[in-house]
């Protein structure tokens, strides 16, 4: 018996036990903005690892909940990272049918696709390699408490806990929700949100409106000159949130704008956002000045040198369980993947469960996408060459 068909029987033999840890950890809410309720998850999961003999390391930033690693022994080989993040998007009870319910085939829940499912294939995932004794490369865990909101509530302090446990990766894998078709990606859009900040001068419209400098004034004018450095078919901007001024018959001296930029490459977020730092220098309304915050969110998903030949390995693990070749696919929406492949580390994403309607009421999975897609990860794991 070979050492996959022994992970493959293990997982076999966990099935029920799968189930149960996945319906737990849905149970147990963990909404990006409740770091409390992620506190909870994090030391679950920790408790855990523990039992497997992994080493872990909680980290919890200002403003987020408690991000966690977890790792097996180092050995000589480069790691493998296994990658995901513990917040939902809902406030507690926002389901109302509870938090996990079963029908039709489906489990639903918060998080249940995006990306609880993806922790439990982890766990087992580590757990049938321990089982069979495998030893070729260490298997790191991280999970970081804030993803959904961009990393902003820790001010991107969470994503330097993950590029420290990232460090010396040979390849990752990501959890988040596997796409219907079973496709993996390998390539997502980057975005996120920049600040715009006008400071001006305050004093009364009515009476001496000629010793302002209206920051709204000078916020609108920069609104339109950045929306315009939209193209549709590479960078897009949206200045979507507006906050200003202190009452109506003031001349504002502060005004805020939050931007959303999405792009397709690294190189283009570059250049955008050298036009937009150069608008912003622009004074036009006498009197004031502007501030283009840092960008707070994710870099584009590129290919690495690697990516198309762990792709070739993932596909010729799964063919040879006879459960087909999956194809690649690129998307729009972010992801922690893009963090690893700007390290230069080959990464493939959505390797979660199957399901649709993350970030929906209606969020659901596939109970029985949960078997197989574990065992396409251990076997591509277990297919991994000494010299990749």
Known sequence: MTQLDQALAYLDQCREEMLFLWETLVRMESP??????????????????????????????EGAGTCLAAATPARALPPILLLGHMDTVHPVGSFPGGPFTRRDGCVYGPGVHDCKGGLVMALYVIRALQHIGYDRRQLRLALVSDEETGHSLSQ?????????????????????????????????????????????????????????????REAARKVVAI??????????????????????????????????????????????????????????????????GPLMGFPAMEKTPKTDALVSLYQDASEALGMGRPGTAS???????????????????????????????????????????????????????DDF
């Open 227 to 292: 929306e315009d450095l939209t193209d549709f078919s590479r960078v897009t901007f949206n200045c979507g949130l507006i906050r200003g001024g202190s009452s109506v018959n003031t001349i504002p001296a502060h005004c805020e704008v939050d931007i959303c930029i999405r792009f397709h490459s690294n190189q283009e977020r570059d250049q955008a956002l050298g036009k937009a730092r150069a608008i912003c220098e622009r004074v036009e309304t006498p009197g004031t000045h502007c501030t283009l």
């Open 331 to 385: 998307t729009a929406g972010c992801s922690d993947s893009a963090f690893t492949t700007s390290m230069g580390i080959p990464t493939l994403c959505a390797v979660g469960v199957l399901g649709q309607g993350q970030h929906s009421p209606d969020e659901h999975a596939f109970a029985d996408s949960l078997l197989p897609q574990a065992k396409r990860l251990a076997a591509a794991i277990l297919a991994l060459p």
């Open 156 to 216: 991107m302090a969470s994503v330097e806990f993950l590029e420290r446990h990232a460090q010396g990766c040979g390849a990752a894998f990501t959890f988040e929700s596997g796409l219907l078709n079973g496709d993996i990606v390998t390539g997502r859009k980057g975005g996120g949100v920049i600040r715009l900040t006008v400071e001006g001068i305050a004093s009364h419209c009515g009476t001496a409106p000629e010793k302002g400098a209206s920051a709204v």
């Open 32 to 61: 990006s903005a409740d770091p409390e309720a992620i506190d909870r998850l994090a030391s679950h999961l920790d408790t855990y690892c523990r039992a497997l003999g992994m080493e872990t390391e909680k980290f919890r930033p």
